[in-house]
Each structure stands twice: as C-alpha cells, then as structure tokens.
C-alpha cells in the first residue's frame, strides 16, 4: 500500500525555521516528482516547491518562498525534506507532500499528483 506521511509541523515565531519531513512507504519513489503544497484556512491549495525525480538535481519554488525554503531528498531512506527558514505568518497553513509521475512541465499542478500525504500544521505567530 502506497503511503505518504508528513511530520516536523508545529509553531513558530516570526523569523524561526522549521524542517518538516515526508516518508513514503509501500514503494520506490525514486521515479516520482515530488511536490510540497500549502492550503490555509479559506483559500486554495497553493504549490509550493518541488524537487524532481531520481537524483533530486533540479527544483522549482514559488515565488513567495524562493530564498527562504529548500526542498531535498533522500532516496536511501525513502524521505522528502521541506527546510523552512525565516518564517511569516502568512505562511501558516497545512502543508501536504505529493508524488507525480508526469512530465516536468506539469510540477505546479496538484491535478497531476498521484499520492498525497494528510498534511502538517505549520502555524507562525506574530
């Protein structure tokens, strides 16, 4: 059974860090894109960054998080990484993880994913 499941969420402060984390199990998600998307209470799911497949040697952020999160996998131990730096309230929201087998060109699209994990809370005071 294919399974995704987050964890590291909590809360922190304005300006803290955070390292949520992402463990797949059930199979090999070495062939997959993977993707981390972010949805606050009353809005759309956002995307957030993403980390392609295999070597993990390309990545593509959002705008908003450009400079302050990195996305990393490690394929040995089968776990997707979201490190959070200078954090704002405005990225408090349930963050998810995501695996596609799509083409690179379609890694800002939820609609493509596969496998979703149920999400991290990730709050941020001011």
């Known amino acids: 059974q294919v399974q995704l499941v987050e964890s590291g969420g909590g809360m922190v402060q304005t300006g803290g860090s955070l390292r949520l984390s992402c463990a797949g199990s059930?199979?090999?998600?070495?062939?997959?894109?993977m993707g981390w998307f972010r949805q606050a209470p009353g809005k759309e799911r956002e995307f957030v960054g993403v980390i392609v497949k295999w070597s993990g040697g390309y990545t593509d952020y959002a705008d908003s998080v450009k400079g302050r999160f990195t996305i990393s996998r490690d394929n040995t131990k089968n776990i997707l990484y979201l490190q959070m730096n200078s954090l704002r309230p405005d990225d408090t929201a349930v963050y998810s993880c995501?695996?596609?087998?799509?083409?690179?060109?379609?890694?800002?699209?939820?609609?493509?994913?596969?496998?979703w994990g149920q999400g991290t809370q990730v709050t941020v005071s001011s």
């Open positions: 995501a695996a596609t087998t799509s083409v690179w060109s379609a890694r800002r699209s939820p609609e493509h994913y596969r496998y």
């Open positions: 059930g199979g090999d998600f070495r062939p997959y894109n």
